[in-house]
């Protein structure tokens, strides 16, 4: 009898208001105390840049999350010497323990990356 897959393919898709109760259980378990996101903060998350904040869903349960932005005020120095265009950075990221190690992460961060890249998701 086989054993669980080690890579998953749950869905990626943007934040909704009506998962914030599992975001905010995700996040209040698995980040850490001095980054762990309130209600509030969640819901700013979402106005602000919903193009940034993204959720895993695995069998219509949320697993994992992304919350990034872009940086606005980047010195074009900065962009010169970086070779970029845009920069953003990641704010809060949380899988579930269970679904560690098996992808999940990287499937939230690809779009966004990608689309700082100016790259279609």
């Given at each position: ?25 995700l996040s ?35 697993v ?47 779009p ?5 890249r100016?790259?279609?998701?």
């Open positions: 009898m086989c054993c669980y897959e080690s890579f998953v393919h749950p869905a990626i898709r943007r934040y909704e208001k009506n998962d914030g109760v599992a975001v905010l259980q209040q378990k698995y980040t850490s105390w001095d980054s762990t996101p309130t209600e509030a903060d969640i819901q700013g998350f979402y106005s602000s840049e919903p193009d940034f904040f993204l959720v895993a869903e695995l069998d219509r349960r949320i994992g999350f992304v919350y990034g932005r872009e940086s606005k005020s980047v010195p074009d120095e900065a962009l010169r010497r970086w070779k970029a265009t845009k920069v953003g950075s990641v704010e809060v990221l949380a899988v579930e323990g269970q679904y560690r190690r098996r992808g999940i992460a990287t499937l939230l961060l690809n966004p990356v990608r689309g700082l100016g790259e279609r998701n």
